[in-house]
């Protein structure tokens, strides 16, 4: 049985909402270094600052955004020292972001929303608003905003200045030409780039649409230079979020959810408004081999479903590829957000699962992390670092207990995939933002960093656990309320010597 910390709650739909509303409130405020309070003891072993990237702004001249990924990139900066915090906060400050600041109105379609004026007001409006909302990495001396469908912006890790797109030195300038140059100048870099500890090198990728559709491969050495991208050719556009990086594959998970490109290109559907959604078929599992030339691309039959997130992946000793993934039943209707949690499907749950795919065979096994893990919702999965391709013993990520059926995340989990032992620490109605692991020395797990949206209080916390454990460690108070977002990372205070 899992080790739980507080009785879990059945919640209603009508809490879960208005909550959620609290927490989707734009951020008015940007504060300077400003000192926090805090409750309990905050380790002095923690010595760095955590950035966090999430949608802050969700509306524009009184139009709200209709879907949660289209706000526009807010970072939260906390820095701890000496048993201290000081917080700082700032929008990402991109082109589309400082156009429509001046203007206090909509100019932009987004991933979910179109602009005002029906067809006639998105009709061959092609450029689509970067709203580099997703995730902030520290990678080569560069603090990077991302989002997946456009380039990076690089921010000064100091002030949480834009410093404006990053285009690795030439290196993302779109080469296709024609309509694809006009949809993107720079190629697309995801918000989930993977970092080799042992090389330094960082792996991501870009999906760009066209004829042929091009599945863009990126890598970026420990000094920030881009090689020459490598393409692959693929048959449908899907929604891929993540991808996994093992020591011989770099694999994709590609579900039947693809997007219908003329509709969205000519206004008659929102970008994901266009998205054809049959995910009760298998996805397709893409290996590509992670070194060019080390073997051939292979296509294997996965689940049905949808995968937002790879929680690791490594090849086990018979050359199997092995992922842990949060796989959803379907793809989470966010145009029926409320149904979400007022009726929720079957399928509307994430679950962590194995998977193991074995390019010999062409085969796909699911294997069962155990009872505890089937029945909690489990996403947003961090782990230890490690080189890329090592397993990962315990898994970190927050959830619900067994009996939410909406995808409302309030639970901090931990897991020994080993053992199959989940201990969670629920906080009821209080959301909780993606644990951020702070590994401690030796034989010591370290602690998880957490945002958590407190319901009814108009407040954010950041919370400090005990990884092992879970125990709260310490608590500080945010100055306001602030959305808990998406992806974040944390950056020792050694790391940013010589930064500027």
Known sequence: MPQDFAAPMDLASADMLRVLAQATTTVTDEYTDVSLPVTGTLPQ??????FRNGPGRFERGGRRYRHPFDGDGHITKLDIQG????YSNRFVRTREYLEEERAGRMLHRAFGTNLP??????FFQMRFKNAANTSVRWHAGRLLALWEGGPPHRLDPHTLATLGAEDFGGRLENPFGGLSRRLAPL?????????????GDLYNFGLVSGSPNRLMLYRVGADGRMETPREHGLDRFSFVHDFAVSRNWLCFLLPHADFDVPKAVFGLKTAVGSLKIATE???QALLLPRAPGAGRPAVLTGPPGFVFHVAQAYDDDSGRL?????????????????DLFRTPPDGAMPRLERLVLDPARHSCEHVSLGADVASHAFELPISAPAPLGAPRRILYGVGAPPERRAPYLTSIHRLDTETGRLTTRDFGLDITGEPMLVPGDGDDEGWLLSLVFRADQDRTDLVVLRAENLEIQATAPLPHAVPIGFH????PRGALLGSG
Do not use: K, Q
Request: charged share 20%; glycine share 14%.
């Open 45 to 50: 072993a923690l010595d760095g600052l955590l």
């Open 83 to 86: 048993g201290a915090v000081r």
């Open 117 to 122: 004026g029906g067809l006639f007001g998105n």
């Open 187 to 199: 190629l697309p870099f995801s918000a989930h780039p993977h970092c080799d500890d042992e090389t």
């Open 281 to 283: 078929r298998p996805m």
């Open 322 to 338: 092995v992922l842990d993934v949060i796989r959803y039943g379907l793809y989470p209707d966010f145009d029926d957000f409320t």
């Open 488 to 491: 974040g990372c944390w950056v």
